[in-house]
Nanobody
Framework: QVQLVESGGGLVQPGGSLRLSCAAS????????MRWYRQAPGKQREWVAL???????DYADSVKGRFTVSRDNARNMAYLQMNSLKAEDTAAYYC????????????WGQGTQVTVSS
């Protein structure tokens, strides 16, 4: 089953920007907070950003001030705007739907690769 689909990844130079998109089914999107995670080769999975159903956001310290998470409830879409990208941002990025009360995250996308390199 493919219930979350990420897109927008690619190759970008340091200092550049990308916007990742996450398309979800209506029921999944409307009933869950949306999180972004990333995982680079040889590293553990890292939480990146959170947006609740009500639009409250939070970020990992490593991306705070550079990344912005948003959601469009009418389109069942979540986004991650990434600015001032660094080489260490290189990773596969995943969109994740999580229950706000229990922190249970049953829905994951397949990921989109972001590579920051000159």
């Amino acid at each position: 089953q493919v219930q979350l689909v990420e897109s927008g990844g690619g190759l970008v130079q340091p200092g550049g920007s990308l916007r990742l998109s996450c398309a979800a089914s209506g029921s999944i999107f409307s009933n869950n907070a949306m999180r972004w995670y990333r995982q680079a080769p040889g590293k553990q999975r890292e939480w990146v950003a959170l947006i609740t159903r009500g639009g409250i956001t939070d970020y990992a310290d490593s991306v705070k001030g550079r990344f912005t998470v948003s959601r469009d409830n009418a389109r069942n879409m979540a986004y991650l705007q990434m600015n001032s990208l660094k080489a260490e941002d290189t990773a596969a990025y995943y969109c994740v739907a999580c229950n706000g009360g229990t922190a249970y995250c049953p829905y994951w996308g397949q990921g989109t690769q972001v590579t920051v390199s000159s």
